[in-house]
């Protein structure tokens, strides 16, 4: 498989955000691909991102930092780094971002979607 990498966003340290690369599957999950992404995050004390639902299942290991995180109203977690956490499909995403207001989250997101549409 030919990865289709669009190119990814500078960040600080002269690392890249945003999608690293995106492979297509084939056999039983033809129509699907993996996403691979990296985000930083930056939030004030006690916020948040928007409440969401990803169009996948995703997998995310914390690279650097910690990570205050919740799906489905569950109760918050604080993932530390080299911790990682897993939304399920159709998973609502209801908390999301940095345990520390002064410090960045680097996380790398794994997604597993329907593949889109050129």
Do not use: C, W
């Not at 990865?3 to 966003?9: I, V």
């Not at 690392?15 to 995050?41: D, F, K, N, P, T």
């Not at 948040?48 to 930092?65: I, K, M, Q, Y």
């Amino acid at each position: 498989m030919t990865p289709q990498s669009p190119a990814p966003l500078p960040a600080a340290g002269g690392q890249s955000l945003g999608v690293i690369a995106r492979h297509a599957l084939a056999g039983a999950l033809e129509g699907h691909e993996i996403v691979l992404s990296r985000s930083v995050m930056r939030h004030f004390p006690g916020t948040s991102t928007p409440v969401h639902r990803h169009p996948g299942v995703v997998l995310a290991f914390v690279l650097e930092g910690r990570v205050r995180f919740a799906i489905n109203n569950e109760p918050e977690q604080v993932i530390p780094t080299g911790g990682t956490f897993f939304e399920p499909l159709g998973a609502v995403h209801t908390t999301s971002g940095s345990a520390s207001a002064d410090e960045p989250t680097r996380i790398l997101v794994f997604e597993l979607r329907l593949k889109e549409q050129a």
